[in-house]
C-alpha cells in the first residue's frame, strides 16, 4: 500500500468489508430455490430464522453459514491484504448485511455475521459466542433471546480475557443487534414473542 495515500487502506477495508457484508445471501438462495421472496415471508428479515419459516432447513443452514462466513471472510481477507485494519473491516461487514444497498438498507439483524467477524478477530470470544447461542437457543427455542444474548457475550468475553481493543467495536456492535431486535423485544416483554419452528415474528 503506497505510503503517500495513507487513507487507502482505511477506505479500502470499508468498502471491501461493506460490499461482502451486503450480500443478501438468504434472499439469493430462497428466491434460487423457488421458495419466493424472503422479505415477503414470516418477519422479513433476510436472515436464517426466516428462512427456516419457508420449510427449507438445508437453506437455512446455508444461509446461516454464508452469513457467518461472510464476517470471517471479510476480517481475514482485510488482515491479509490491509494489515491493521481487520476492525475496520469487521464494523463494515457488520453493518453492510445490516443496511445493505442493494435492499435499501433493509438487511438482517447481525446475529450470524457478528459470531463470524469475532471468530475472526479472538477465536476464544468466538467459542463463547457460539456457546451462549446454540445454548440458549436450545434451552428457550427463541431465537431473539438467544441471538441477543450471544451478541452481548462479545465485548464481555472479550473484556474477561483481556482483549480490551476489541471491547468497545464489539459493544456497539451488540448495541445495534439489540436495536435490530427492538420488535422482538417488545414481543418478549408482552410475552407473543414465537419459539423456533412457528410461522411468524
Excluded: Q
Aim: proline share 4%; charged share 10%.
Amino acid at each position: 500500500m503506497p505510503t503517500e495515500i495513507p487513507w487507502l487502506a482505511p477506505v479500502g477495508a470499508l468498502l471491501l468489508g461493506y460490499l461482502l457484508g451486503s450480500i443478501p445471501f438468504g434472499v439469493l438462495l430462497t428466491r434460487a430455490a423457488g421458495a419466493g421472496d424472503l422479505r415477503t415471508i414470516g418477519s422479513g428479515n433476510i436472515g436464517a430464522t426466516n428462512v427456516l419459516r419457508t420449510g427449507r432447513k438445508g437453506l437455512a443452514a446455508a444461509t446461516l453459514l454464508l452469513d457467518l462466513g461472510k464476517g470471517a471472510a471479510a476480517v481475514l481477507l482485510v488482515d491479509a491484504l490491509l494489515p491493521g485494519m481487520s476492525a475496520l473491516a469487521a464494523a463494515a461487514v457488520f453493518l453492510g448485511h445490516c443496511y445493505p444497498v442493494w435492499l435499501k438498507f433493509r438487511g438482517g439483524k447481525g446475529v450470524a455475521t457478528l459470531m463470524g467477524l469475532v471468530l475472526a478477530l479472538y477465536w476464544p470470544s468466538g467459542l463463547v459466542y457460539a456457546a451462549v447461542w446454540l445454548g440458549l437457543l436450545a434451552v428457550v427455542r427463541i431465537s431473539s433471546v438467544a441471538g441477543m444474548s450471544a451478541a452481548i457475550s462479545a465485548p464481555v468475553s472479550t473484556a474477561f480475557f483481556g482483549r480490551i481493543d476489541l471491547v468497545l467495536l464489539l459493544l456497539a456492535l451488540a448495541l445495534i443487534v439489540l436495536w435490530k431486535h427492538r420488535d422482538n423485544i417488545d414481543r418478549l416483554l408482552s410475552g407473543s414473542e414465537p419459539r423456533v419452528g412457528s410461522k411468524r415474528g
